[in-house]
DNA sequence: TAATATCTATGATATATGTCATGTTTTACG
DNA sequence: CGTAAAACATGACATATATCATAGATATTA
Protein backbone atom coordinates (compact mmCIF):
# COMPACT_ATOMS: atom_id res chain seq x y z
CA UNK A 1 0.00 0.00 0.00
CA UNK A 2 2.68 1.80 0.70
CA UNK A 3 4.47 1.59 -2.26
CA UNK A 4 1.27 2.19 -4.33
CA UNK A 5 0.81 5.64 -2.56
CA UNK A 6 4.20 6.76 -3.30
CA UNK A 7 4.06 5.88 -7.08
CA UNK A 8 0.86 7.89 -7.33
CA UNK A 9 3.05 11.13 -5.57
CA UNK A 10 5.94 10.25 -8.12
CA UNK A 11 3.66 9.87 -10.80
CA UNK A 12 1.37 13.44 -9.95
CA UNK A 13 5.07 14.71 -9.96
CA UNK A 14 5.04 13.00 -13.61
CA UNK A 15 8.17 11.40 -15.21
CA UNK A 16 9.51 13.22 -18.19
CA UNK A 17 8.55 9.55 -20.33
CA UNK A 18 4.57 9.48 -19.76
CA UNK A 19 4.37 13.05 -20.19
CA UNK A 20 2.06 14.00 -23.06
CA UNK A 21 2.88 17.75 -22.97
CA UNK A 22 6.11 16.88 -24.45
CA UNK A 23 4.11 15.86 -27.93
CA UNK A 24 3.56 20.16 -27.98
CA UNK A 25 7.74 21.17 -28.19
CA UNK A 26 10.90 19.28 -28.92
CA UNK A 27 11.25 17.27 -26.36
CA UNK A 28 9.32 14.33 -28.02
CA UNK A 29 12.47 13.97 -30.27
CA UNK A 30 14.17 12.60 -26.99
CA UNK A 31 14.50 8.70 -26.62
CA UNK A 32 13.32 6.79 -23.47
CA UNK A 33 16.98 7.08 -22.16
CA UNK A 34 17.26 10.79 -22.37
CA UNK A 35 14.13 11.31 -20.72
CA UNK A 36 14.43 9.18 -17.82
CA UNK A 37 17.85 11.36 -17.44
CA UNK A 38 15.86 14.63 -17.84
CA UNK A 39 13.00 13.10 -15.67
CA UNK A 40 15.83 12.65 -12.62
CA UNK A 41 16.81 16.20 -12.22
CA UNK A 42 14.06 18.51 -13.41
CA UNK A 43 12.32 20.13 -10.89
CA UNK A 44 8.41 20.66 -11.31
CA UNK A 45 6.77 23.91 -9.55
CA UNK A 46 3.65 25.10 -9.90
CA UNK A 47 3.55 29.02 -10.15
CA UNK A 48 0.89 31.62 -8.88
CA UNK A 49 -0.66 34.27 -10.92
CA UNK A 50 1.69 37.23 -11.29
CA UNK A 51 4.46 35.71 -9.92
CA UNK A 52 7.99 35.57 -12.18
CA UNK A 53 9.91 33.28 -13.49
CA UNK A 54 12.60 35.16 -14.58
CA UNK A 55 13.21 38.83 -15.66
CA UNK A 56 14.75 40.42 -18.21
CA UNK A 57 18.46 40.65 -17.88
CA UNK A 58 18.41 37.80 -15.47
CA UNK A 59 20.09 34.24 -16.71
CA UNK A 60 17.60 31.56 -17.06
CA UNK A 61 20.08 28.68 -16.65
CA UNK A 62 17.47 26.12 -18.42
CA UNK A 63 13.82 25.85 -19.75
CA UNK A 64 10.90 25.58 -18.69
CA UNK A 65 8.38 23.48 -20.15
CA UNK A 66 4.69 24.90 -19.37
CA UNK A 67 2.46 22.08 -18.28
CA UNK A 68 -0.47 23.63 -17.67
CA UNK A 69 -1.51 27.54 -17.52
CA UNK A 70 -0.55 31.02 -19.15
CA UNK A 71 2.14 33.13 -19.02
CA UNK A 72 3.08 36.63 -20.76
CA UNK A 73 6.79 37.51 -22.39
CA UNK A 74 7.34 40.86 -21.97
CA UNK A 75 10.06 43.51 -22.15
CA UNK A 76 10.19 46.83 -20.42
CA UNK A 77 10.28 49.70 -23.41
CA UNK A 78 12.56 52.80 -22.91
CA UNK A 79 9.15 55.01 -21.50
CA UNK A 80 8.81 52.71 -19.03
CA UNK A 81 5.46 50.49 -20.81
CA UNK A 82 5.43 47.07 -20.69
CA UNK A 83 4.67 45.33 -24.29
CA UNK A 84 3.90 41.78 -23.85
CA UNK A 85 5.68 40.00 -27.08
CA UNK A 86 3.90 37.00 -26.67
CA UNK A 87 1.38 34.51 -24.92
CA UNK A 88 3.57 31.38 -24.08
CA UNK A 89 0.58 28.59 -23.09
CA UNK A 90 0.81 24.28 -22.04
CA UNK A 91 3.37 22.72 -24.10
CA UNK A 92 5.35 25.50 -25.44
CA UNK A 93 8.95 25.75 -23.63
CA UNK A 94 10.86 28.81 -22.78
CA UNK A 95 14.34 29.94 -22.23
CA UNK A 96 15.51 27.81 -25.51
CA UNK A 97 17.31 31.07 -26.84
CA UNK A 98 18.85 32.49 -23.49
CA UNK A 99 20.09 28.54 -23.28
CA UNK A 100 21.43 28.08 -26.91
CA UNK A 101 23.18 31.76 -26.81
CA UNK A 102 24.37 31.71 -23.17
CA UNK A 103 22.95 35.28 -22.91
CA UNK A 104 20.87 36.61 -20.04
CA UNK A 105 17.06 36.75 -20.79
CA UNK A 106 15.73 39.34 -22.97
CA UNK A 107 12.46 39.07 -22.09
CA UNK A 108 10.66 38.96 -18.33
CA UNK A 109 7.79 36.13 -17.91
CA UNK A 110 4.92 36.45 -15.57
CA UNK A 111 2.34 34.01 -15.04
CA UNK A 112 -1.47 35.18 -16.40
CA UNK A 113 -2.82 32.40 -14.68
CA UNK A 114 -1.73 29.33 -11.96
CA UNK A 115 0.70 27.56 -13.72
CA UNK A 116 2.14 23.81 -13.69
CA UNK A 117 5.68 24.29 -15.17
CA UNK A 118 8.93 21.94 -14.98
CA UNK A 119 12.80 23.65 -15.08
CA UNK A 120 15.04 21.07 -16.82
CA UNK A 121 18.71 22.52 -16.42
CA UNK A 122 20.83 23.67 -19.09
CA UNK A 123 23.97 20.93 -18.85
CA UNK A 124 21.03 18.44 -19.76
CA UNK A 125 19.34 20.12 -22.93
CA UNK A 126 23.11 21.20 -24.40
CA UNK A 127 24.02 17.62 -23.60
CA UNK A 128 20.95 16.48 -25.91
CA UNK A 129 20.90 18.83 -28.10
CA UNK A 130 25.07 18.15 -28.77
CA UNK A 131 24.42 14.50 -29.64
CA UNK A 132 20.53 14.15 -30.74
CA UNK A 133 20.05 15.56 -34.07
CA UNK A 134 15.95 14.72 -34.48
CA UNK A 135 15.98 16.98 -31.09
CA UNK A 136 18.35 19.61 -32.69
CA UNK A 137 16.23 19.51 -35.75
CA UNK A 138 12.81 19.81 -33.87
CA UNK A 139 13.85 23.29 -31.86
CA UNK A 140 15.26 24.65 -35.03
CA UNK A 141 11.38 24.11 -36.51
CA UNK A 142 9.96 25.29 -33.21
CA UNK A 143 12.30 28.76 -33.29
CA UNK A 144 11.68 29.59 -37.19
CA UNK A 145 7.91 29.39 -36.58
CA UNK A 146 8.90 31.90 -33.71
CA UNK A 147 10.51 33.51 -35.98
CA UNK A 148 7.62 34.11 -39.01
CA UNK A 149 4.99 34.74 -36.22
CA UNK A 150 7.33 37.44 -34.86
CA UNK A 151 7.70 38.66 -38.52
CA UNK A 152 4.20 38.75 -38.87
CA UNK A 153 3.33 40.43 -35.81
CA UNK A 154 6.13 43.21 -36.48
CA UNK A 155 4.37 44.00 -40.09
CA UNK A 156 0.74 44.44 -38.46
CA UNK A 157 2.42 46.88 -35.62
CA UNK A 158 3.24 48.82 -38.29
CA UNK A 159 0.73 48.65 -40.92
CA UNK A 160 -2.86 47.92 -38.73
CA UNK A 161 -4.34 50.21 -36.48
CA UNK A 162 -4.98 49.58 -33.43
CA UNK A 163 -8.74 48.52 -33.74
CA UNK A 164 -7.55 46.29 -35.83
CA UNK A 165 -4.96 44.38 -33.82
CA UNK A 166 -7.01 44.34 -30.72
CA UNK A 167 -9.81 42.03 -32.94
CA UNK A 168 -7.08 40.26 -33.93
CA UNK A 169 -5.72 39.85 -30.02
CA UNK A 170 -9.34 38.86 -29.87
CA UNK A 171 -9.61 36.34 -31.83
CA UNK A 172 -6.36 34.58 -31.43
CA UNK A 173 -7.21 34.75 -27.97
CA UNK A 174 -10.46 32.57 -29.44
CA UNK A 175 -8.59 30.08 -31.11
CA UNK A 176 -6.30 29.77 -28.70
CA UNK A 177 -7.98 29.35 -25.83
CA UNK A 178 -11.96 28.79 -26.78
CA UNK A 179 -14.43 29.31 -24.40
CA UNK A 180 -15.49 28.73 -20.70
CA UNK A 181 -18.78 26.75 -19.61
CA UNK A 182 -20.42 30.55 -19.55
CA UNK A 183 -18.98 31.35 -23.10
CA UNK A 184 -16.74 33.35 -21.69
CA UNK A 185 -12.61 33.48 -23.48
CA UNK A 186 -10.85 30.62 -21.91
CA UNK A 187 -7.99 33.22 -20.71
CA UNK A 188 -8.65 36.30 -18.55
CA UNK A 189 -6.52 39.67 -19.40
CA UNK A 190 -6.31 43.00 -17.42
CA UNK A 191 -7.34 45.53 -20.22
CA UNK A 192 -3.90 47.04 -19.31
CA UNK A 193 -2.18 43.49 -20.78
CA UNK A 194 -4.57 43.99 -23.62
CA UNK A 195 -3.27 47.29 -24.10
CA UNK A 196 0.59 45.72 -23.59
CA UNK A 197 -0.08 43.20 -26.35
CA UNK A 198 -1.79 45.70 -28.51
CA UNK A 199 0.79 47.98 -28.10
CA UNK A 200 -1.39 51.13 -27.37
CA UNK A 201 -2.64 52.91 -23.90
CA UNK A 202 -4.63 51.29 -21.64
CA UNK A 203 -7.64 53.87 -22.63
CA UNK A 204 -7.47 53.15 -26.02
CA UNK A 205 -7.71 49.18 -25.11
CA UNK A 206 -10.50 50.46 -23.30
CA UNK A 207 -12.67 52.61 -25.56
CA UNK A 208 -12.02 50.08 -28.33
CA UNK A 209 -13.48 47.64 -26.51
CA UNK A 210 -16.61 49.32 -25.17
CA UNK A 211 -16.96 50.77 -28.93
CA UNK A 212 -16.59 46.32 -30.15
CA UNK A 213 -19.94 46.22 -27.18
CA UNK A 214 -21.71 49.01 -28.90
CA UNK A 215 -21.51 47.45 -31.94
CA UNK A 216 -22.51 44.26 -30.40
CA UNK A 217 -18.92 42.07 -31.45
CA UNK A 218 -18.25 41.09 -27.70
CA UNK A 219 -20.16 41.78 -24.35
CA UNK A 220 -18.30 41.94 -21.02
CA UNK A 221 -18.31 41.46 -17.27
CA UNK A 222 -15.85 42.59 -15.36
CA UNK A 223 -12.16 40.98 -16.99
CA UNK A 224 -14.46 38.23 -18.65
CA UNK A 225 -15.05 38.76 -22.29
CA UNK A 226 -17.48 37.07 -24.56
CA UNK A 227 -16.96 37.19 -28.04
CA UNK A 228 -20.78 37.43 -30.40
CA UNK A 229 -19.57 38.06 -33.75
CA UNK A 230 -16.38 36.81 -34.78
CA UNK A 231 -16.91 37.07 -38.21
CA UNK A 232 -17.58 40.63 -37.50
CA UNK A 233 -14.30 40.98 -35.57
CA UNK A 234 -12.70 39.59 -38.45
CA UNK A 235 -14.07 42.59 -40.19
CA UNK A 236 -12.58 45.44 -38.58
CA UNK A 237 -9.97 47.08 -40.30
CA UNK B 1 50.02 29.25 -66.70
CA UNK B 2 46.88 27.84 -68.39
CA UNK B 3 46.48 25.97 -65.14
CA UNK B 4 46.95 28.95 -63.18
CA UNK B 5 44.51 31.11 -65.31
CA UNK B 6 41.71 28.14 -64.36
CA UNK B 7 42.60 28.37 -60.71
CA UNK B 8 42.47 31.78 -60.45
CA UNK B 9 38.55 31.08 -62.52
CA UNK B 10 37.57 28.89 -59.88
CA UNK B 11 39.12 30.83 -57.05
CA UNK B 12 36.74 33.72 -58.11
CA UNK B 13 34.12 31.50 -58.24
CA UNK B 14 35.00 30.42 -54.98
CA UNK B 15 35.13 27.37 -53.04
CA UNK B 16 33.65 26.93 -49.86
CA UNK B 17 36.22 25.65 -48.13
CA UNK B 18 38.48 28.79 -48.71
CA UNK B 19 35.53 31.44 -48.68
CA UNK B 20 35.43 33.85 -45.67
CA UNK B 21 32.48 34.79 -45.58
CA UNK B 22 31.30 31.23 -43.97
CA UNK B 23 33.03 32.80 -40.83
CA UNK B 24 29.81 35.17 -40.16
CA UNK B 25 27.71 32.40 -40.30
CA UNK B 26 26.51 28.77 -39.68
CA UNK B 27 28.50 27.12 -42.21
CA UNK B 28 31.82 27.56 -40.32
CA UNK B 29 30.85 24.90 -38.20
CA UNK B 30 30.95 22.34 -41.26
CA UNK B 31 34.01 20.02 -41.94
CA UNK B 32 36.44 20.56 -44.54
CA UNK B 33 34.91 16.93 -46.95
CA UNK B 34 31.57 18.65 -45.79
CA UNK B 35 32.76 21.68 -47.38
CA UNK B 36 33.75 20.32 -50.52
CA UNK B 37 30.82 18.44 -50.94
CA UNK B 38 28.93 21.54 -50.78
CA UNK B 39 30.89 23.57 -52.97
CA UNK B 40 30.54 20.81 -55.66
CA UNK B 41 26.65 21.26 -56.07
CA UNK B 42 26.29 25.33 -55.21
CA UNK B 43 25.44 27.79 -57.59
CA UNK B 44 27.11 31.10 -56.93
CA UNK B 45 25.08 34.01 -58.84
CA UNK B 46 25.30 37.94 -58.87
CA UNK B 47 21.68 39.94 -58.32
CA UNK B 48 21.29 42.92 -59.69
CA UNK B 49 19.77 45.80 -58.02
CA UNK B 50 16.08 45.21 -57.81
CA UNK B 51 16.10 42.01 -58.47
CA UNK B 52 14.09 39.45 -56.54
CA UNK B 53 15.71 36.37 -55.13
CA UNK B 54 12.50 34.72 -54.29
CA UNK B 55 8.73 35.90 -53.26
CA UNK B 56 6.27 35.62 -50.16
CA UNK B 57 4.60 32.18 -50.78
CA UNK B 58 7.34 30.61 -53.21
CA UNK B 59 9.73 27.89 -52.01
CA UNK B 60 13.31 28.25 -51.98
CA UNK B 61 14.46 24.86 -51.64
CA UNK B 62 18.12 25.88 -50.36
CA UNK B 63 19.74 28.65 -48.72
CA UNK B 64 21.99 32.14 -50.27
CA UNK B 65 24.48 32.63 -48.25
CA UNK B 66 25.19 36.18 -49.15
CA UNK B 67 28.92 36.93 -50.32
CA UNK B 68 28.68 40.85 -51.17
CA UNK B 69 25.69 43.44 -51.07
CA UNK B 70 22.63 44.36 -49.53
CA UNK B 71 19.26 42.71 -49.57
CA UNK B 72 15.67 43.59 -47.89
CA UNK B 73 13.33 40.94 -46.51
CA UNK B 74 9.91 42.45 -47.10
CA UNK B 75 6.23 41.09 -46.77
CA UNK B 76 3.16 42.98 -48.41
CA UNK B 77 0.56 43.68 -45.36
CA UNK B 78 -3.17 43.79 -45.88
CA UNK B 79 -3.30 47.80 -46.76
CA UNK B 80 -0.72 46.75 -49.77
CA UNK B 81 2.02 48.43 -48.37
CA UNK B 82 5.48 46.94 -48.25
CA UNK B 83 7.04 46.08 -44.51
CA UNK B 84 10.59 45.60 -44.39
CA UNK B 85 11.63 43.10 -41.47
CA UNK B 86 15.03 43.09 -41.69
CA UNK B 87 18.29 43.83 -43.78
CA UNK B 88 20.10 40.80 -44.88
CA UNK B 89 24.18 41.98 -44.98
CA UNK B 90 27.62 40.06 -46.31
CA UNK B 91 27.85 36.83 -44.47
CA UNK B 92 24.19 36.37 -43.46
CA UNK B 93 21.76 32.97 -44.70
CA UNK B 94 18.61 33.34 -46.14
CA UNK B 95 16.26 30.94 -46.78
CA UNK B 96 17.33 28.96 -43.54
CA UNK B 97 13.55 29.26 -42.08
CA UNK B 98 11.85 27.98 -45.13
CA UNK B 99 14.28 24.99 -45.09
CA UNK B 100 14.16 23.94 -41.83
CA UNK B 101 10.19 23.77 -41.51
CA UNK B 102 9.23 22.77 -44.94
CA UNK B 103 7.18 25.95 -45.96
CA UNK B 104 6.75 28.39 -48.38
CA UNK B 105 8.86 31.57 -47.67
CA UNK B 106 6.98 34.38 -45.68
CA UNK B 107 9.03 36.97 -46.92
CA UNK B 108 10.32 38.75 -50.28
CA UNK B 109 13.90 39.17 -50.98
CA UNK B 110 14.72 41.97 -52.97
CA UNK B 111 18.56 43.38 -53.57
CA UNK B 112 19.55 46.59 -52.29
CA UNK B 113 21.65 46.76 -54.49
CA UNK B 114 24.42 44.54 -56.69
CA UNK B 115 25.02 40.74 -54.95
CA UNK B 116 27.06 38.14 -55.14
CA UNK B 117 25.14 35.39 -53.57
CA UNK B 118 25.89 31.09 -53.17
CA UNK B 119 22.75 29.07 -53.06
CA UNK B 120 23.03 25.41 -51.32
CA UNK B 121 20.53 22.94 -52.35
CA UNK B 122 17.64 21.66 -49.74
CA UNK B 123 19.05 18.73 -49.41
CA UNK B 124 22.99 18.85 -49.09
CA UNK B 125 22.10 21.56 -46.09
CA UNK B 126 19.79 19.36 -44.46
CA UNK B 127 21.84 16.69 -44.82
CA UNK B 128 24.44 18.27 -42.71
CA UNK B 129 21.91 19.43 -39.89
CA UNK B 130 21.16 15.94 -39.44
CA UNK B 131 24.79 14.49 -38.63
CA UNK B 132 26.26 17.60 -37.63
CA UNK B 133 25.32 18.86 -33.82
CA UNK B 134 27.63 21.59 -34.19
CA UNK B 135 26.09 23.07 -37.21
CA UNK B 136 22.94 22.91 -36.02
CA UNK B 137 23.65 24.11 -32.81
CA UNK B 138 24.87 27.20 -34.87
CA UNK B 139 21.84 27.10 -36.76
CA UNK B 140 20.39 27.24 -33.67
CA UNK B 141 22.10 30.29 -32.16
CA UNK B 142 21.51 32.30 -35.42
CA UNK B 143 17.88 32.51 -34.84
CA UNK B 144 17.65 32.90 -30.98
CA UNK B 145 19.78 35.91 -32.01
CA UNK B 146 17.44 36.73 -34.86
CA UNK B 147 14.49 36.22 -32.62
CA UNK B 148 15.65 38.60 -29.98
CA UNK B 149 16.17 41.47 -32.84
CA UNK B 150 12.80 40.73 -33.82
CA UNK B 151 11.64 40.59 -30.31
CA UNK B 152 13.27 44.18 -29.81
CA UNK B 153 11.67 45.74 -32.82
CA UNK B 154 8.55 44.74 -31.85
CA UNK B 155 8.53 46.49 -28.63
CA UNK B 156 9.93 49.37 -30.47
CA UNK B 157 7.01 49.88 -32.79
CA UNK B 158 4.95 49.56 -30.14
CA UNK B 159 6.07 52.01 -28.33
CA UNK B 160 8.48 54.09 -30.05
CA UNK B 161 6.91 56.92 -32.17
CA UNK B 162 8.44 57.52 -35.53
CA UNK B 163 10.99 59.96 -35.07
CA UNK B 164 12.42 57.88 -32.78
CA UNK B 165 12.66 54.56 -35.20
CA UNK B 166 13.82 56.57 -38.05
CA UNK B 167 16.62 57.60 -36.08
CA UNK B 168 17.53 54.54 -34.68
CA UNK B 169 17.70 52.84 -38.52
CA UNK B 170 20.23 55.69 -39.49
CA UNK B 171 22.11 54.66 -36.17
CA UNK B 172 21.66 51.09 -37.09
CA UNK B 173 22.99 52.04 -40.92
CA UNK B 174 25.84 53.72 -39.80
CA UNK B 175 26.76 51.23 -37.33
CA UNK B 176 26.07 48.08 -40.04
CA UNK B 177 27.84 50.08 -43.41
CA UNK B 178 30.10 52.86 -42.00
CA UNK B 179 30.34 55.59 -44.22
CA UNK B 180 31.67 55.82 -47.96
CA UNK B 181 34.93 57.69 -48.81
CA UNK B 182 32.80 61.30 -48.67
CA UNK B 183 31.30 60.26 -45.40
CA UNK B 184 27.92 59.14 -46.58
CA UNK B 185 26.57 55.79 -45.25
CA UNK B 186 27.34 53.41 -47.14
CA UNK B 187 24.26 52.12 -47.84
CA UNK B 188 21.58 53.60 -50.06
CA UNK B 189 18.40 53.73 -49.75
CA UNK B 190 15.04 55.29 -51.33
CA UNK B 191 12.89 57.67 -49.15
CA UNK B 192 10.19 54.58 -49.66
CA UNK B 193 12.45 52.05 -48.11
CA UNK B 194 13.20 54.06 -45.35
CA UNK B 195 9.50 54.17 -44.26
CA UNK B 196 8.97 50.77 -45.13
CA UNK B 197 11.44 49.88 -42.69
CA UNK B 198 10.51 51.94 -39.97
CA UNK B 199 6.73 51.67 -40.76
CA UNK B 200 5.39 54.67 -41.79
CA UNK B 201 4.41 56.84 -45.03
CA UNK B 202 6.71 57.89 -46.72
CA UNK B 203 5.93 61.73 -46.81
CA UNK B 204 6.57 61.29 -42.81
CA UNK B 205 9.41 59.73 -43.59
CA UNK B 206 10.79 62.70 -46.04
CA UNK B 207 8.69 65.35 -43.52
CA UNK B 208 11.54 64.05 -40.73
CA UNK B 209 14.29 63.58 -42.64
CA UNK B 210 13.88 67.35 -43.53
CA UNK B 211 13.67 68.48 -40.32
CA UNK B 212 16.87 66.08 -39.31
CA UNK B 213 18.13 67.96 -41.90
CA UNK B 214 17.36 71.50 -40.52
CA UNK B 215 18.48 70.56 -37.23
CA UNK B 216 21.96 69.87 -38.56
CA UNK B 217 21.95 65.91 -37.50
CA UNK B 218 22.22 64.65 -41.12
CA UNK B 219 22.67 66.25 -44.41
CA UNK B 220 21.23 64.78 -48.08
CA UNK B 221 22.18 64.70 -51.27
CA UNK B 222 20.14 62.78 -53.32
CA UNK B 223 19.56 59.46 -51.84
CA UNK B 224 22.95 60.14 -50.26
CA UNK B 225 22.63 60.61 -46.27
CA UNK B 226 25.88 61.88 -44.23
CA UNK B 227 25.31 61.63 -40.65
CA UNK B 228 26.54 64.57 -38.85
CA UNK B 229 25.21 64.57 -35.37
CA UNK B 230 25.52 61.02 -34.13
CA UNK B 231 24.50 61.56 -30.60
CA UNK B 232 22.08 64.34 -31.26
CA UNK B 233 20.29 61.21 -33.15
CA UNK B 234 20.70 58.83 -30.47
CA UNK B 235 18.99 61.72 -28.13
CA UNK B 236 15.97 61.36 -30.11
CA UNK B 237 13.08 60.46 -28.20
C1' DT C 1 -19.68 42.51 4.56
C1' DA C 2 -17.68 46.94 4.72
C1' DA C 3 -13.73 49.52 3.43
C1' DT C 4 -10.11 50.17 0.37
C1' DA C 5 -7.38 49.56 -3.49
C1' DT C 6 -7.39 48.57 -8.06
C1' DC C 7 -9.37 48.44 -12.38
C1' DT C 8 -12.69 50.14 -15.86
C1' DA C 9 -15.03 53.81 -18.25
C1' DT C 10 -15.55 58.13 -20.61
C1' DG C 11 -15.06 63.12 -21.77
C1' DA C 12 -12.02 66.84 -23.19
C1' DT C 13 -8.09 67.95 -25.31
C1' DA C 14 -3.36 67.64 -27.28
C1' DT C 15 -0.27 65.43 -30.28
C1' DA C 16 1.23 62.32 -33.79
C1' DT C 17 0.66 60.48 -38.04
C1' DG C 18 -1.66 59.72 -42.50
C1' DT C 19 -3.59 61.42 -46.86
C1' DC C 20 -4.16 64.30 -50.77
C1' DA C 21 -2.55 67.78 -53.74
C1' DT C 22 1.06 69.99 -56.07
C1' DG C 23 5.54 71.67 -57.33
C1' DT C 24 10.50 70.65 -57.54
C1' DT C 25 14.57 67.92 -57.95
C1' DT C 26 17.01 63.91 -59.19
C1' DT C 27 17.78 59.92 -61.88
C1' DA C 28 17.56 56.86 -65.84
C1' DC C 29 18.03 56.33 -70.42
C1' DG C 30 17.58 57.03 -75.48
C1' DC D 1 22.76 66.00 -73.37
C1' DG D 2 17.95 66.47 -73.18
C1' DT D 3 13.67 64.49 -71.88
C1' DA D 4 10.57 61.57 -69.41
C1' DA D 5 9.85 59.08 -65.37
C1' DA D 6 10.65 58.54 -60.86
C1' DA D 7 11.69 60.23 -56.48
C1' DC D 8 11.74 64.06 -53.23
C1' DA D 9 9.67 67.93 -50.81
C1' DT D 10 6.17 70.53 -48.52
C1' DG D 11 1.59 72.62 -47.42
C1' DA D 12 -3.15 71.86 -45.97
C1' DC D 13 -6.02 69.06 -43.86
C1' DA D 14 -8.13 64.67 -41.91
C1' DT D 15 -7.77 60.99 -38.81
C1' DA D 16 -5.82 58.16 -35.23
C1' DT D 17 -3.98 57.82 -30.93
C1' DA D 18 -2.19 59.55 -26.45
C1' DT D 19 -2.77 62.10 -22.30
C1' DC D 20 -5.04 64.08 -18.41
C1' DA D 21 -8.85 64.35 -15.44
C1' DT D 22 -12.48 62.32 -13.05
C1' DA D 23 -16.21 59.26 -12.04
C1' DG D 24 -17.91 54.68 -11.46
C1' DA D 25 -17.44 49.59 -11.02
C1' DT D 26 -15.17 45.55 -9.41
C1' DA D 27 -12.19 42.87 -6.66
C1' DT D 28 -9.61 42.07 -2.31
C1' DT D 29 -9.11 41.54 2.29
C1' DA D 30 -9.61 42.55 7.10
Redesign the pocket.
Given at each position: MFYVTLNLIVSAMSKCQQCIVKQFNALKALGKEDLIRISGCKTSKSVKKGEILFREGESVNGIYCIKDGVCKLSKLSA?G?EQIVKLVVRGDLIGQRSLVTDEKSNLTAIAVNEMQVCFIPKSEVLHDLSRNASFSLDMLQDMAKELRLADNIIVDM?Q??????LADVLIYLYNTFGNDDKDYLGVI???????SIV?????????????F??EGLIS?????IKILDLEGLKRIE
Open positions: NKAKPVKQRLSREDYAGTATESAIRILSQKKTRGKH
